[in-house]
């Protein structure tokens, strides 16, 4: 049972019907986004139109570090049923993302990027660790 309906069914006789609804609507705020305590990361990811996708280059310094993300990422696409677009042009990596049934970004696309950028952050952590060592 939805909260409304109880309230509804359980409420003061002498109350006319849907006063629960009228009640709760009052208690509907709008928090202004400054106020927040926190503040999303901005995404650098692009989304562009016709159809909307998103979009982001991948700029490595040594093309085993390509190879590695690409079969990372082909791997994960393959283990979640939904597949990007992967272009490789020398070591830039460009992946597109958008879910083709509805041809627009979705939840799906989202975590994907979200997979991209840590799998990049790993990659480039890794390098300089590595170079740091040397």
Request: glycine residues 2%; negative net charge; proline residues 4%.
């Amino acid at each position: 049972m939805r909260l409304l309906e109880f309230l509804n069914k359980t409420g003061d006789a002498s109350l006319p019907n849907g006063s629960a609804e009228i009640v709760l609507g009052t208690l509907r705020t709008t928090v202004p986004s400054d106020s927040l305590p926190i503040d999303a990361d901005p995404s650098d990811w692009l989304t562009v139109t016709s159809p909307e996708r998103i979009v982001k280059i991948f700029k490595f310094d040594n093309p085993s570090h390509v190879a590695y993300f690409v079969s990372e990422l082909m791997g994960y696409q393959e283990e979640a049923n939904h597949h990007a677009k992967i272009t490789i042009d020398y070591r830039d990596v460009t992946v597109e993302s958008y879910t083709h049934d509805i041809e627009s970004v979705t939840r799906q696309d989202l975590i994907l990027a979200e997979f991209c950028d840590e799998i990049y952050s790993d990659i480039m952590f890794l390098d300089y660790s590595r170079r740091d060592n040397v």
